[in-house]
């Protein structure tokens, strides 16, 4: 058995048909999915959760992060060690809030997304990610990361492949870092995708 991670992102498609091999059905932004590509790219397994419709996908399909429970998804969040669920609400300010049960890479890539971006921990609210039913939750070992983003700080890395890979690198790195840390610590091989 190996250590394997998945990054979810929860956006909307505007008009373009997926590709067969991503999930999809409803959600947030363009823009989350290119953020969640970034992070993921050959290296992790990646979930979209994709709206077709040219507009209106969030008004009409949006599911909190609680109540998501798409089969194929909770499928491959049973084979995952680590997961990182990205999501995007409003605001003008640039931040991120870095939420989820598995407190130790919560807040390690919050430490590295702050060398470049305003991310602040979420331990309470809306954002905190912290129900054991919310889907960054879910996988094997029940301790995910949430990635909660502004839409003013989604718009700006949009602006700026510079600070798209920046985001991307950070959050990576500290995916690299968990899996090698169970790697060593299990005795398991090192293979990032979740794959049956």
């Known amino acids: 058995m190996s250590a ?4 979810s992102g929860f956006v909307e498609r505007s008009g373009r048909r997926p590709s067969r ?3 999809r059905t409803a959600g947030k932004s363009n823009v989350v999915h290119r953020k969640s590509s970034a992070i993921a790219r050959d290296r992790y397994s990646l979930y979209c959760f994709e709206g077709l419709k040219q507009r209106g996908n969030r008004d009409l399909l ?13 499928d491959l969040l049973s084979r995952c060690d680590v997961v990182v669920s990205v999501h995007g609400f409003g605001g003008e ?3 991120i809030d870095v939420g989820g049960l598995d407190f130790k890479l919560r807040n390690k890539i919050c430490g590295s997304l702050s060398a470049r971006f305003d991310a602040r921990v979420a331990e309470t609210g809306r954002y905190a990610g912290v129900s054991p039913v919310n889907i960054c939750n879910r996988g094997r070992g029940g301790a995910g990361v949430q ?6 700080l989604r718009d700006a890395l949009l602006e ?3 600070n798209m ?8 790195q500290s995916i690299d870092d968990a899996l090698a840390l169970i790697v060593r610590e299990s005795g398991r091989s090192g293979k990032h995708k979740c794959a049956p």
């Open 160 to 162: 700026s492949s510079k």
């Open 93 to 95: 300010d640039k931040f």
């Open 165 to 172: 890979e920046a985001f991307a690198d950070a959050v990576r």
């Open 62 to 74: 949006h599911i909190t992060s609680t109540n998501f429970d798409e089969p194929s998804c909770l």
């Open 147 to 152: 990635l909660e983003i502004t839409k003013a």
């Open 4 to 7: 394997r991670a998945l990054i």
């Open 21 to 23: 091999s991503s999930l």
